[in-house]
């Protein structure tokens, strides 16, 4: 069965690019244009990873991230932020709120799928 990745982005494009990416390694994809749509998503289905954005409309990466470890059943699912953002200071903050991992984009796909296979096992 295949895994199953959330995107959160609030870019149509950014969220296209990573949906083909993903599919065409064999991932399901589902996705979110915000945090808080992501986090409506999230109480009904199961997902095996979360890509998200840091700066969002509604709920940014960083409160997504600290509301879905709050969640039980996400509380050890893998969190990747994927953002423009590449200060060390703005990482902290993504580790202390619970992210796996830190993406800077632009990226290469390789670059993407790589970390996904190596969180995801």
Same mark, same amino acid.
């Given at each position: 069965m295949?895994? !199953?990745?959330? =995107?959160?982005?609030?870019? =149509?494009?950014? %969220?296209?690019?990573?949906?083909f990416?993903?599919?065409q390694?064999?991932?399901?994809v589902?996705?979110a244009?915000?945090? %808080?749509?992501a !986090?409506n998503k999230?109480?009904?289905i199961? !997902?095996?990873?979360l890509? =998200?954005?840091?700066?969002?409309?509604?709920k940014n990466?960083?409160?997504?991230?600290?509301?879905? %470890?709050?969640?039980?059943?996400?509380?050890?699912m893998?969190?990747?932020?994927?953002t423009t953002?590449?200060?060390t200071?703005?990482?902290?903050?993504?580790?202390?709120?619970?992210?796996t991992?830190?993406i800077v984009?632009?990226?290469?796909?390789k670059?993407l799928?790589a !970390?996904?296979k190596?969180?995801?096992?």
């Amino acid at each position: 069965m295949a895994k !199953v990745i959330m =995107t959160a982005d609030d870019s =149509t494009s950014m %969220r296209q690019m990573i949906n083909f990416i993903l599919k065409q390694a064999g991932y399901e994809v589902v996705e979110a244009v915000d945090g %808080r749509d992501a !986090v409506n998503k999230l109480s009904d289905i199961h !997902v095996d990873m979360l890509l =998200t954005d840091l700066n969002m409309p509604n709920k940014n990466g960083l409160e997504l991230i600290e509301t879905v %470890r709050s969640m039980p059943k996400f509380k050890f699912m893998p969190i990747i932020m994927l953002t423009t953002e590449s200060q060390t200071e703005m990482k902290q903050k993504g580790k202390a709120a619970g992210a796996t991992g830190w993406i800077v984009k632009p990226f290469k796909p390789k670059q993407l799928l790589a !970390v996904i296979k190596k969180v995801l096992g």
